[in-house]
């Protein structure tokens, strides 16, 4: 039974780019939650999706977007990309917001 | 607004010993969950243990503990028999149960287990 995979497992974009993550949840899970862990820090709460639409959201800018489809996968979009962007991006799954199981994660540079 | 607290930001336990994490949280509500993950140099989050904030009897999963304290608002970790392999990032998480469904993570302590 596979557990939560993203992709790519490590980006490098320039400032004023913009990026696609993307994360395909554990089996049997219907949301997906996204959230931002700078070094050394705990990951902050960015947003959730449940039933394709976005339930949730931290206190993320407007750059940060998210959609997710109907096999339940889903995207992170951050545009206008900033040097303060660079973090670890991890993806969460979950069965209608329980107990959250977490993916490996995205390593984003902004150069 | 919650908050989650891990006063402890290095520790180090010899090996076959035990170790205690501490967390205290911060809530008006009644009923929420919590969890201690688990963050090796690999990077991926893995749960170690879960406690639902209504039941009094205190979680268990192998060698790992909690003391939870809903009074206190505290939510310790304790690890038995520590092993190399628990070398890592602990997080402690809160969650509201009745609907935001967003966890709310504290700084973490770095834990090192010396052979």
């Known amino acids: 039974d596979a557990g939560v995979t993203q992709s790519p497992t490590h980006l490098i974009k320039t400032r004023g780019q913009q990026v696609t993550l993307r994360c395909s949840p554990k089996?049997?899970?219907?949301?997906v939650s996204w959230y931002q862990q700078a070094l050394g820090q705990g990951p902050q709460f960015i947003f959730q999706?449940?039933?394709?639409?976005?339930?949730q959201r931290g206190n993320f800018p407007d750059r940060f977007s998210g959609h997710q489809f109907p096999n339940y996968s889903s995207e992170l979009n951050v545009n206008a990309l900033l040097l303060g962007d660079s973090a670890l991006y991890l993806c969460?799954?979950?069965?209608?917001?329980?107990?959250?199981?977490f993916g490996p994660g995205t390593r984003l540079t902004v150069l | 607004a919650q908050t989650v607290t891990q006063s402890q930001p290095e520790m180090s336990v010899q090996e076959a010993e035990t170790v205690t994490l501490s967390c205290t949280y911060d809530?008006?509500?009644?009923?929420?969950?919590l969890f201690w993950y688990k963050q090796p140099p690999s990077r991926q989050m893995i749960l170690v243990i879960r406690?639902?904030?209504?039941?009094?009897q205190n979680a268990t999963e192998n060698r790992f503990s909690v003391n939870f304290q809903k009074a206190a608002k505290s939510f310790s970790l304790k690890i038995s028999d520590s092993q190399l392999g628990d070398t890592a990032m602990y997080f402690c998480?809160?969650?509201?149960?009745?609907?935001?469904?967003?966890?709310?993570f504290g700084t973490g302590t770095r834990l090192k287990v010396l052979a």
């Open positions: 406690q639902e904030a209504y039941k009094q």
């Open positions: 089996s049997g899970h219907d949301t």
């Open positions: 969460a799954s979950s069965l209608r917001g329980d107990t959250q199981y």
């Open positions: 998480a809160f969650m509201e149960a009745s609907g935001t469904y967003k966890y709310i």
């Open positions: 809530t008006s509500e009644n009923n929420y969950y």
């Open positions: 999706y449940y039933e394709e639409e976005e339930r």
